[in-house]
């Protein structure tokens, strides 16, 4: 398709043939200059076709209902740029009336469009899920630091690697993990109770406590020891070099945002060798995580060919697969540890967020687990995954917050060829855009108490697997189809444990009694600036 990126291409391929083949024809003598003129009078042609003609008069999505107000060159950007990431889809959602389908417009007034029914859903994830495939430049970034894994790879190759890691996320293998979970629920619950109770310096009360780093730091172990039979041991030193470098990666940054805007027009392997230094950032991080990847899997192997591990954890049933070179397992490695960790740590945040905000669920919750689990302080004390899914209050508030705040609030598509969603023409290339935040939240889907944090929906008879939905796509946390979450049941289970035993542990409140949400992050989200104010609660 013609873009400023093959604008781009065409110009600087145009420019060399001009002065370097045929001079005698080219407008000037020097490179960068026939660049230049080319670049601009493509580029004009371009932009008066895509971002007016094109988007005003002749694009078919056009008789879809849209927002009202509207940039004239950037379509909704200004709104999405400045508003929290999911938001205005969240308003458009309640406030547009649509049939399923809502159309925007990007930046140059490119094509969006919303999906917001159940049925519209199942065609885009599940009935024609390979002809809406992930936007490549995700690829070209993403794939620098997750690799080419389950996550990013597409179609045929998709299907293969999902099959192959299919078995290491069966219920039957996750429900040996849950006292896996425990263990390290355990060890981070007393790091806390240690941390709060011993001030580092006059001027800091430790009882002030900034829950996503623990939270980030927990979850890390945790898909180091259940996915790949390795403790990275952050919760005890958070210096490693692989939680620094995730730290610093996963931190939303001006230079993050500008490169992602810039991914639209330049081609990936520019934006990588920029010389700034979140590229640079990335490049470290990515040789720490890829060294840290090959050599958990040398390790295994020789474990593996000893006959030494009867280990289920996520890489040696990987490996024993034997559908994957190491090349191969490195990708899924790298995959399993950026997928499975900030997901899990931002729900882990929206726990510390609503518990504090809704001090009576808090209380009626660490009654339920108290009465209910053995002690948390108690070393040797273990859970089964029958204990901890039987607890229809931690059910009902762990399935809350992840519907109220989905980790990761909007994902993207983009049409591989020209299609059709509920019989309206999509032409090849519309970006399709999946928010879990404004599915979740309909009153269509969830009634008018939809936006309300309100666990007691998951509760009584009928209400546990549903919340009262009538339809499963009204709950997109973890999308659906053969690209949802594959970690979905190892993070419910991972999840459980940890809410467990945080909030049988501790009292928390707001740390600024004043404080009021705001929302950072890019794919994954968080309360901006949380802090809390945490006490061990004594006798458990
Ligand atoms: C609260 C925790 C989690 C949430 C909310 C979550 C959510 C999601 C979502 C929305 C997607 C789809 C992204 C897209 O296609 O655009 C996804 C995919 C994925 N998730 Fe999770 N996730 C969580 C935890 C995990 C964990 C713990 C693991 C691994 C152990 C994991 C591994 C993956 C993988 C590999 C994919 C790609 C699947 C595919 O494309 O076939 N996730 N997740």
Redesign the pocket.
Known sequence: MYSPKTIFLASIAGAVFLTRIVPQYAPFSSLFLTFFVLFISQFTTWFAWACVLWPKYFSPLNKLPQPKESSFLFGQFPKISRETNGAPMREWVSTIPNEGLIRYTHIFNADRVLITSPNALREVLVTKNYEFI?PPQFRTGLGQLLGI???LAEGEE?KRQ?KLLMPAFAFRHIKDLYPTFWAKAHEVVEAMTQAISHPKSEDTDPAIVDVSNWASRVTLDI?GVA?MGHDFNAVQDPTSDLNQCYRDIFQPTRGGQILGLLGAFLPGWVIQNLPIKRTKQIQQARKIIRKVCFDLIAKKRVKLEKGESTDKD?LSVSIQSGGFSDEDLVNQLM??LA???E??A??MAWMAYTMCKYPEVQQRLREEIRGSLPSIGDAGSTVSSTEIDNLPYLHAVCNEI?RAY???PV??RIAVEDATILGNFIPKGTSII?S?WAINSSKELWGEDAKEFNPDRWMGPGMANTGGAESAYSNL???HG???????D??KA??ACLVAAWVGRFDMHFADEGYVLDIAGGITVKPKGLKVRMKAVEGW
Not at 482 to 488: D, E, Q, T, V
């Open positions: 992930k894994g389950v996550l998709h999902r898909i996915g996520i995959t399993f997928a499975g960790h997901t899990t931002s729900a992840m989905p980790s990761v994902t993207l999946l879990p946390s973890f999308l053969p690209r949802s979450c594959i970690g979905k190892f993070a991972e999840f």
